[in-house]
Each structure stands twice: as C-alpha cells, then as structure tokens.
C-alpha cells in the first residue's frame, strides 16, 4: 500500500535560523498536503501541491512538489517561535475512494 | 460556526470497558473519518465513510466500531478487543469524496486506559 517517508522526525532550532522537511512517497501522487499541528492541538492545512514542480509561498514558509511528483519539501526561513509544532504531509494518490496518507510528521522546536 | 465536534475531550477507561467517541459535523460534508495518534507515529486510520450507512476499513480498524445513522454523525467504539487503545482520536471530515480535498479535523479526544 502507500507509504510515505518524512525526514526528520525532529528538529530543534535556534530562532532565526532556517528549517526545512521532506516528504518522499513509493508511489506517484495525484497531490500532496501540509499540515500543522501545535503542540496539544489539532492538525490544520496548510496548503495543497498538485502540479509537478510547482512551489508554493506563504510568507515565511515555501512549499516544492518534485517533477516526478513523488516529493515535496516545506522550507521555513528564519524561524520563529509561533512556528512550533508537528509538521506532516499528506499523501493523496488519487481515485474516487478517497483517503490521505500522513506522514509521521516533523516536530519542530525553536529556541528563543 | 461551523465544525466538527468530538467529545469527551479527555477520557478515562478501565481494561474489558467499551467505549463511545463522539464525532459531529455541521459543515455538511459528505465523508468522515476517524484517525488515532500516538506519539512518533502520525496519524493512522481506523474507519472511514463516505456516505450515510456506509463504511470503510482504514489501517488499522481491529478493535473498533463504527455506524454512520446521520450525515452529521460518526461515533467511534474503542471495544475491549483493542488491546493498546491508549492514544489521541481525531476525527475529520472532507466535503466530498473525490481527490483533493482538504480534510478538516476536531479538536480530538484523549483516550487512557487505566
């Protein structure tokens, strides 16, 4: 079945630096979601990747979807401390029978 | 507003007890899904349903139940066939069923087994 790999399960940082995960899948997807998770809350998206290669921004955050559409990474630049919490990708390989396979996540800590 | 609401929020259970998880959705979407977390292993799924009085086996399903009786409503049994059921249960829904949409969650609901 499907599975998606995502590295690193964590990731501590000083603020201001940069922080990025990736997300890697054994099959190729019809599109792939993001996540987050504060710490003791739940999951919200994020955003949606659906084109090969497209690369998406929201301030701060930028989101690639690989050529082959097996890949996509969120990069954060200059970390910040309302950045913390799990961050995971979401697989969708297409079809009407429709259901997300998540990665495990990343969780991301930042120090002040 | 509209959302989805779970509760208990927090729940105690003793070891050989079922118990009933609470899911319900005021923004008319068409699927529903339950995903349990544990820590370091993501979100797993348990059952899905895409429509009224119908329902799915995700990956991981033994030791739960499920009914969809309502389009708003898809509870959760934890039965005593669940041999670690210790976790935190998300519910979600998503307004169709086809590719692509984005799946929206409660607030989910702690389960301890004492």
């Known amino acids: 079945g499907q599975q998606v790999m995502q590295i690193p399960q964590y990731q501590h940082v000083q603020e201001g630096e940069d922080f990025t995960t990736y997300c890697n899948s054994s099959t190729t997807l019809s599109n792939i979601q993001w996540y987050k998770q504060r710490p003791g809350g739940h999951p919200v998206f994020l955003i949606q990747?659906?084109?090969?290669?497209e690369v998406k921004k929201q301030k701060r955050l930028t989101f690639q979807f690989g050529e082959a559409k097996k890949n996509s990474s969120l990069h954060i630049t200059a970390t910040q401390t309302t950045d913390v919490g799990t961050y995971f990708c979401?697989?969708?390989?297409?079809?009407?029978?429709?259901?997300?396979?998540f990665g495990k996540g990343t969780l991301l800590t930042v120090n002040p | 507003d509209g959302g989805i609401t779970q509760s208990p929020k927090y729940l105690f259970r003793k070891e050989g007890q079922n118990v009933t998880l609470s899911c319900e959705q005021n923004l008319n979407h068409d699927a529903m899904y339950w995903y349990r977390q544990d820590p370091g292993q993501g979100l797993r799924l348990i059952y899905y349903s895409q429509i009224v009085n119908d329902f799915q086996k995700g990956d991981i399903a033994e030791g739960y139940s499920v009914s969809r009786e309502k389009k708003e409503s898809f509870p959760l049994t934890v039965t005593s066939a669940q041999k670690n059921p210790t976790a935190f249960y998300l519910c979600a829904s998503t307004r169709e069923t086809f590719t692509g949409n984005t799946i929206y969650f409660g607030e989910g609901s702690w389960l301890t087994v004492v």
């Open positions: 990747l659906v084109k090969s290669g």
């Open positions: 979401a697989a969708d390989s297409g079809g009407s029978n429709y259901k997300l396979t």
